[in-house]
Structure formats: C-alpha cells, structure tokens
C-alpha cells in the first residue's frame, strides 16, 4: 500500500518528495484531493515554484486513478494530513524586549523562532512603521495619532515597553534587519490600516518587500479582509492570511469561503470544532496569544500550525517537544512557507 501511495505524489508533485502515510481512515481527504485534481485546484510545492492542476494534464489524471485504487484497496482515508510542521510565531516580537522593535524580533531570533509577528501603519507622510497602536499615548505618552506625524517625527519617539525603552522602527529597517539576524527569521506581518488609506500601505509594503527580494521571508495577515484581498490579488503567491478577533459568531461560514492561505485567531476561537474544520479545510491555524506550555501543547494536539506568542523560546520547546513524540503527515516539507 505504501508504494501505491508513494507512487501516487510522486506523479501528483514533481518537485517535491512526501512522505508517505501508514494508513488512511478518513474519506473527506480523498474527497478533497480528488476535487482538487478535478477542479483545478492547488497544489503545495517547493518555495518559489507553482504548478497548476489542469484537465490537461494526464499525468494528474492518472494520479487520481491511482489514487481512488488505493483508497478502493484501504478502504478508508486516514486524518487529514496538516499543511505544515507547526511554528514558533513570536507575538510583537516578544516580550523580553520593547515591543515590535528590532531588538524585540532579534532576540526571537535567537530563540530560534520561525517568524516575528509585527504591525504595520503608515506616518502622516506614507511610510509603513512598525508599531501597533493608533495613539501614541500607551507607548510614549503623548496624545498624538501615527497617522499625524512623520516617519522623522516617530523614529525621534523613545518609546517604553516591557519594561524597557526602544525605538519605533519604520518598516524597511526591519526588512533589511532581519535578513542580516543570524537565524533569518521571517516576518509575520500585520496590515493596520485607516478607513482611507489601505491601498497605500499595501501599496508601499509590497514595494518595500519586493526591493529587498524579502518575498521568502515574509507571510502577511490583517483583521481587515479588504486588505486580504487586496494583497491577495496583487500578489497571488504570497502566504496571506485573515486574522479572526473574538468570535466567529454569524460570520463563521463565510470564513472558509474567503481566498486566504491561514487562519490567525484568539484562543478562545480554537474549540475542537473549529480546528476540525480547519484541518478538513486544509486551512492551517495558528492560534494567539498563548504564553502556557500547557495550552500550547493542547492547541498542537488540536492541529495548530503556529503558536503566536509573546515568549517564543516557549514556543519553540514545547514545538519541538511535540515534534519529537507525533508523527503527523505534513503536506509540505520544504523551506519557508507553502506557495500556493
């Protein structure tokens, strides 16, 4: 049986190797892959390379005869395999440091984190800063909004989080930072846009992205899905995702029809039910803020793909902790993130 399904993704996926599951048990995976194959869906690939399902293409066809043999063999499909092997995602950098400063998502670095999440708005005069508040009051004590002062005006601001006092960095600081960081840890990055202005940041993001060639290093999220999807039609190939505050409530079904690559929720989002979902969707979660090794090691048990929190060196253990007594069945494998 392994050899059918070796066989199988090796003719579905030519650039890369999968590994290959035990046994099947659940039918909703075979459903899913045959649609796949059918309807010209996607499939992950290496970093950089696409490859498109098309009726054209024979080779596909013959993959998904092989594959409803296996399943008519086995009989039933095992749990759906996850996208990819969980992250440490460190919230705002972490906590050890002045929030989403460079100091903040070097020391993340160090604690080996796969990325950094950090915020990102526009000064008065356009550019993309990385800080989190609409006001300034909480972080430097002054009453003034970031959208009515400079890029200058902010980075002269001594700012004091966590107990400590930092700098607020624009946005192409930190690209060119973290690609000097010893562990060349990503940038999860969170659009905070103003009513008036989302065309612009995601304008300028992109362009500051693209000038560093810093597309393999940066995954990007908002709670606006405007923003999603403005993101998401420009630059198809980025790893984009929604960002879900609070509940789901009502607008719980429409989520799994929205053009996104991930999830990013609060922790009281995350029932069973949801992750479920999620994984039947084959939509990974990475789920915020947890800073307990306990709900950690429960929320991977559930399928999270990441773990945003403000102490990521936590993260990281209880990772690979995890990593070391579950055999999950990754989709992907490479380096970096899933292209579409």
């Not at 993101?231 to 980025?238: A, F, G, N, S, V």
Request: proline share 4%; charged share 25%; aromatic share 10%.
């Amino acid at each position: 049986m392994a050899l059918v399904y070796l066989l199988m993704f090796q003719i579905l996926d030519k650039y890369r190797e999968l590994p290959v599951p035990s046994e099947t048990k659940n039918i909703k995976a075979l459903k899913r892959t045959t649609e796949m194959v059918a309807g010209g869906g996607r499939v992950l690939a290496r970093r950089g390379k696409r490859f498109w399902i098309s009726r054209k293409h024979k080779k596909l066809w013959a993959g998904l005869v092989i594959l409803l043999i296996a399943v008519a063999a086995d009989g039933y499909f095992s749990e759906t395999p996850l996208v990819h092997q969980p992250w440490a995602i460190g919230h705002r950098g972490c906590l050890y440091e002045p929030e989403n400063t460079i100091a903040a998502v070097e020391r993340a670095d160090s604690f080996g984190a796969d990325y950094a999440e950090i915020d990102v708005k526009l000064s008065k005069d356009g550019i993309p800063m990385v800080i989190h508040d609409d006001s300034l009051r909480r972080l430097a004590g002054i009453s003034d909004k970031v959208e009515n002062m400079t890029a200058a005006q902010l980075e002269e601001l001594t700012i004091t989080s966590n107990g400590k006092q930092g700098k607020i960095p624009t946005f192409e600081d930190m690209i060119q930072a973290v690609q000097h960081m010893e562990n060349k840890i990503g940038l999860l990055v969170e659009f905070k846009p103003s009513a008036d202005n989302k065309k612009e940041l995601i304008s300028k993001v992109i362009e500051i992205v693209e000038k560093y060639s810093a597309q393999e290093q940066c995954i990007f999220m908002s709670i606006d899905y405007e923003s999603v999807s403005l993101l998401k039609e420009q630059r198809p190939d980025w790893w984009v995702g929604y960002c879900i505050y609070g509940s789901t409530g009502k607008f719980e079904e429409a989520v799994w029809n929205y053009r996104i690559d991930f999830l990013a929720v609060e922790e009281g989002v995350a029932s069973r039910r949801f992750m479920e979902r999620a994984r039947d969707s084959l939509i990974p979660v990475y789920i915020w803020t947890s800073n307990n090794f306990d709900d950690m090691a429960n929320y991977l048990q559930r399928g999270a793909s990441g773990i945003i929190t403000d102490m990521p060196d936590l993260a990281r253990a209880e990772i690979d902790k995890y990593l070391k007594k579950n055999k999950e069945y990754y989709m992907y494998e490479g380096e970096g993130y899933p292209v579409q």
